[in-house]
């Protein structure tokens, strides 16, 4: 009986020292943005404002069935790793936003400034959305469940960024109405202050 009472108190012991363990572990979020420079010879360009995209960044065969001049590949991505340091877990989120060269293409009769600025204006409301994604992942409160956590807002921000291109688009038709194209760039712009 009393190697029983014994053997229950140290279950209830371990049981509440692991708990108050964990109840005073922390989760710290890092976020790391990369952009690397220009490379004429890679496929990827990452979105900075030193760079704005040239016609012959667009290298995919145009589509002859699409009734628009241009087509931008873009989009904003993350992976994240996690470190230790005693009870505290450092979760570092690593965040890109992208144009894939290979995935981008334009019709010969279409290689103007005003369709290029249109196209710069798809990457530049990636980038905005990419900039959302990362304001509000910095202020998330973390538990254990970071990872499910982190992936859920980042579909949130991928699906409104689906939205907001079509919208432009929509909006635009394709770059054609000009006053509602300079609509868009100057509610983006403003949107960066």
């Known amino acids: 009986m009393y190697r029983v009472q014994i053997f229950l108190v140290t279950i209830f012991l371990l ?100 369709e290029l600025s249109h196209e710069q204006l798809h990457f530049d409301i990636t980038k905005a959305q990419s900039l959302r994604f990362k304001e509000e992942l910095s202020s998330l409160n973390l538990n254990e469940h970071y990872a499910q956590a982190i992936h859920q807002l980042y579909l949130k921000y991928f699906r409104e960024l689906k939205n907001l291109q079509n919208q432009y688009d929509q909006e635009t038709d394709h770059g054609l109405l000009k006053e509602e194209q300079r609509k868009w760039a100057q509610k983006l712009q403003s949107s960066d202050k």
């Open 15 to 114: 049981f509440t020292v692991s708990k108050a363990a964990f109840a005073q572990e922390k989760y710290v979020l890092k976020v790391v943005e990369i952009v690397k420079p220009y490379s004429a010879g890679a496929d990827t360009i990452y979105h900075s404002s030193d760079y704005q995209l040239k016609w012959n960044d667009f290298v995919a065969s145009d589509n002859q069935q699409l009734p628009f001049a241009a087509m931008t590949n873009s989009g904003f991505g993350y992976k994240w790793a996690t470190s230790f340091e005693g009870n505290t877990t450092i979760i570092t989120v690593t965040m890109v936003t992208y144009f894939i060269k290979s995935k981008s293409w334009v019709k010969a009769k279409a290689k103007g400034t005003y």
